[in-house]
C-alpha cells in the first residue's frame, strides 16, 4: 500500500492521557466520551505520521467506519460510537494534524487522505466483512478520493458507503459560510483561501464566537449545548493543521472518483449546511444516480453542517438502516444462489 509500512502498525494501548476538549459530563449522555474502552491501533506510515485508530465494540461484529470532517477527530463521532458500539464494530480515527494524530511529512492533498484511509481500512477490516464507511465533510471527500485512487478495494473493503455534509469539488465557490453584499454570488477564490487556510489559533475566540458558530455552521434550532460541544471539537484543533487541510481543501476535485463507488451510498446533507450546501448534497446523488450507485438522498429540514451533532436520532438510523441493508442483500443473494 503507497506510503504505509506494513511493519510499522502497531496496538498500543494508553495512547494519550491529555484531556479532550469533550471530556465533560454533557447532559446529553451520547454526547460524552464512551465508557466502553477501545482498541487503540496506531499507524505509523513511511513519512512519520501516527494516526490514531479506536476500534470499539464486538471484534466480530458487523463493522462500521467513522471518517470525521476538517478540524475535528474522533470524539466528534461520540453519539455514533455510544448508539452503536454495543451492537456494531465501530473504528474511527484522527485525520493527520487532527486530534492526537501527526502530519507527517507529505504534502497534504486528497491523496493522502485516499491513502491513510486505506491504511486505516487494511489494519481494522477484513475483506470477509466488510464496512460500511461513513465520511462527514472532509470525511466524505477522503471516501471520494480513496475510491478514486484505489478503485479495487472498493468492492474488497465496502458494503456501503453514507456520504454526509460533503462535496466533491468547488467548496470555496459554493459555500455560503461567508456572508456577502446581494450583488456577489459567490466567495472569491482569494477570500475562500485565505479564510480556511489561516493558521490563527481560534479557542481564544471561543465565547465572542459561539453565536456566529451556531448561526454560519451549524443551525438556529441547534441546542447550546450542541454548539458547545462541536465548538470545542473545532477550536481545539491546531492552526497549522486547519490552515494546511484548509489550503488543500480550498482546490479539492474527486467528482471524477464517484464512477468507482459502485456500492450502495447514501448522500445526506443539511438543509441550513451554509459550509457545504444542499446543492453539493443534490449533485452527488444525480452522479451516483447516473452510476446507478445512488440508494437514497436525504436532506435534513433545520439542520446546518454538523448533522451527525443536530439530528443524532434521524443520522444513527440511516447508519442502521444502510448496515443492514448490505446483510439483507447478502441474505437475498443467498436465498438465490439455494434456489437456483
Known sequence: MPGIRADAVEALRGLTTRRDPTDREWDNELLRNPSIEPEIVTLVTEDGAKLRVHAYGPANAEPIVLIHGWTCRIEYWNPQINALAGKYRVIAYDHRGHGHSTLGKRKLDVDVLADDLAAVLAATVSPRKKALLVGHSMGGMSIMAWAGRHPKQVTQYASGVMLTSTGADRLVANTTVVPLPAAITKVPDLLGRAVLGAPVPLA????????????????????KEQVEFCQRIVFAC??????????ALASLDVSAALSNLTVPTTVIG??????????????????????????????????????????????????????????????????TAVAG
Do not use: C, Q
Request: glycine share 6%; charged share 25%.
Open 204 to 223: 481564544p475566540l471561543a465565547t465572542v464566537a459561539r453565536p456566529v458558530f451556531r448561526a454560519r455552521i451549524m443551525s438556529a434550532s441547534s441546542t
Open 270 to 335: 443539511g438543509e441550513f449546511d451554509n459550509l457545504t450546501p444542499p446543492s453539493h448534497s443534490r449533485k452527488l446523488a444525480d452522479a451516483l444516480t447516473m452510476h446507478g450507485a445512488l440508494d437514497r438522498l436525504v436532506i435534513l429540514p433545520n439542520v446546518g453542517h454538523m448533522s451527525n451533532i443536530e439530528a443524532i436520532e434521524e443520522f444513527n438510523a440511516e447508519i442502521v438502516r444502510m448496515r443492514s441493508l448490505s446483510k439483507r442483500r447478502k441474505s437475498r443473494r443467498s436465498v
Open 238 to 247: 491546531k492552526g497549522r493543521a486547519r490552515g494546511k487541510w484548509g489550503l
